[in-house]
């Protein structure tokens, strides 16, 4: 199957009519039939499928017992309404990138993997990478458990309703000790391919990055009858709180963004009591990032001072700056800049996007391939990447895998 006839499979699954965007969600229906694509592209080249405890999916080429095992995937989740091909232009390239190394006629000479990590957007629990970060321990049991949706589904609940036993979820070290290698391609999420004229790209960081919650406590009142100098009105501080996160982050160079919005009671005709945002926020390195966070925190208190409100500010979620194992990253530049007759002469760019390859590179040697994106835009239906790039991702992605798997 060509990667062109896999990729017109896999498109229709979760899609919005509305929206044209994706809304495949970790552990509904959406995300049960793009596992199922996942296990029926394994199944029919042979591959050993296996679900790990946490829900991850692994298709395997040789014995995972050997160890020093060269892994590539992504996930199959989307954020909503999200684009098509962040997280799945790295499931299908590796597939895809297989058949290609099958038809040079390739000896294998480690075992290799093909994965899809769970959960990776958060788009349905409200943290990323929820797959990886509990096989690398970054999540704990408990913390787990404690993750739920906007209907007040547990994780566990979710697992279970799916056909999933949630009891075994953990750690899995034991899992990726057997991993020499993970080399993740995704779409560009920004243009500097674009701007360099190039069709793929080495990662050599990922920002760090967090979302916090803002909550703004208030007092509910009539919209009507409340005179304007007796309200404490929440979602006054807040959108002054949204300006100012753009104006931190603008100054430091950094970006800062409020996304997600909930209010209670959400009546047109009532005063808010809670306005609670959450602020996603990324910059080059940790000094910047506690700058702009640090601003808008002390913003935020000042705005809600004024009107009268209090302000609770929680962490949900952290990633501290991921430097891709240089080792690795310089091996790749060879591999692919010996197609160009000119050693490291493969652009190597840095993200603000996290990515499950940032969450596993603490725990086993890492390394990302980009492909570009012509207009930068990413999680959306706008998303997009043209085939002839899309091709050259997976003839890069194959040379990697024949470098590290076939020597």
Known sequence: ????????????????????????????????????????????????????????????????????????????????????????????????????????????????????????????????????????????????HRLTDADGITLPQAMERAGYDPTAIGPDPERLGRIGAFVELHVEQGRALDLSGDQVGIASAIWPHGRWRFDFRGEANHAGTTRLVDRHDPMLPYAETVLAARREARLAGAVATFGKIAVEPNGVNAIPSLVRGWLDSRAADQATLDTVVGGVEKAAREYAEAQGVELDVIRESFTPVVEFEHALRDELARILGKERDAALNVPVLGTGAGHDAGILSGTVPTAMLFVRNPTGVSHSPAEYAAEDDCVAGVTALADVLEGLACR
Request: aromatic share 10%.
């Open 1 to 144: 199957m060509t990667f062109h006839s896999m990729w017109a499979e896999l498109l229709p699954i979760g899609r919005s009519s509305a929206s044209g965007g994706y809304r495949r969600f970790a552990w509904t229906g959406a995300d049960t039939d793009c596992r199922a694509w996942f296990r029926q592209q394994a199944e029919s080249r042979g591959l050993t499928c296996e679900l790990d405890r946490n829900g991850n999916q692994w298709a395997w080429l040789g014995d995972p017992a050997e160890g020093d095992a060269v892994v590539t995937g992504s996930h199959l989740d989307s954020v909503p309404d999200g684009g098509a091909f962040d997280g799945p232009l790295g499931i299908v390239s590796s597939f895809a990138a297989l058949d290609e190394l099958r038809a040079r006629g390739v000896r294998f000479t480690k075992p290799l993997a093909i994965v899809n990590f769970g959960d990776e957007e958060g788009a349905r629990f409200g943290l990323a990478c929820v797959g990886s970060r509990l096989a690398a321990g970054q999540l704990t049991v408990e913390q787990a």
